[in-house]
């Protein structure tokens, strides 16, 4: 589902996120990212979601080698992938419905089209009902899940979370992780990014862990 070999990514300042890096996520699994500030956990989401290039390597993902991969391309490999950030960026002055429903919206859907597969996300995400509120009324945790519920609207074949319980205190953000849980449970595939140690341990998935942009670990928990 994704696979990079021998991926380096180096900026234009010398810097270099990944060094060359090697790893395989199957099909269905959910996998924690780990590692200090700047270990590169975002760099590889990106690498991953094609908003940076590989300096060296290839990546392929859903099938698709990004390494090849044409510009016409791109928005079908983006349909694929569902991401989650720390902040959710919901619009203010959208209802909750508005920005669930904003991928749709996107690719020319109706409202009426929409209305469905909206109440279909919140329902997963336990906000259905509250369609007609808008953000600034929910509460953080509720802001969060909203932001799943969005990344979710399509029904990707991949989740990417960047560090999506950061804001949160421990109870919310164990709430969120058995979220991610519930989505694993059918059939979604999961790299959700975390500085969490003792609450992704809980979870007993394999973890991934990057010091300087290198793979130092890759272990599954029991």
């Not at 902040?87 to 920005?99: D, H, R, V």
């Not at 509460?139 to 989740?159: V, W």
């Not at 950061?166 to 449970?185: R, V, Y």
């Amino acid at each position: 589902m994704i696979e990079l070999s021998q991926v380096t990514k180096k900026y234009s300042n010398g810097f270099e996120a990944i060094k060359n890096l090697s790893l395989s996520i199957e099909k269905g699994e959910m996998v924690f990212l780990t590692g200090h500030s700047g270990a590169g956990k975002s760099t590889l989401l990106k690498l991953i979601t094609h908003l940076e290039k590989p300096t060296r390597g290839q990546i392929t993902v859903a099938g698709d080698n990004l390494t090849k991969l044409k510009l016409r391309h791109i928005p079908r490999l983006r349909r694929k992938l569902g991401v989650v950030f720390q902040n959710p960026q919901l619009l203010p002055k959208k209802t909750l419905f508005e920005n669930v429903a904003l991928p749709l919206l996107a690719t020319g859907s109706s409202y009426k089209e929409c209305a469905k597969s909206v109440r279909a996300s919140l329902d997963m995400v336990g906000l259905l009902g509250k369609e007609k509120q808008y953000p600034p009324t929910l509460s953080t945790g509720e802001q969060q899940r909203a932001g799943i519920a969005r990344a979710i609207i399509n029904r990707p074949q991949i989740l990417l979370a960047d560090e999506p319980t950061g804001n949160l205190d421990p109870e919310l953000s164990a709430e969120i992780m058995h979220l991610f849980e519930k989505l694993h449970q059918v059939g979604t595939t999961a790299l959700i990014a975390s500085h969490d140690l003792a609450l992704i341990a809980s979870m007993h998935h394999r973890i991934l862990t990057l010091d300087n942009g290198v793979l130092i670990n890759d272990q599954k928990i029991s």
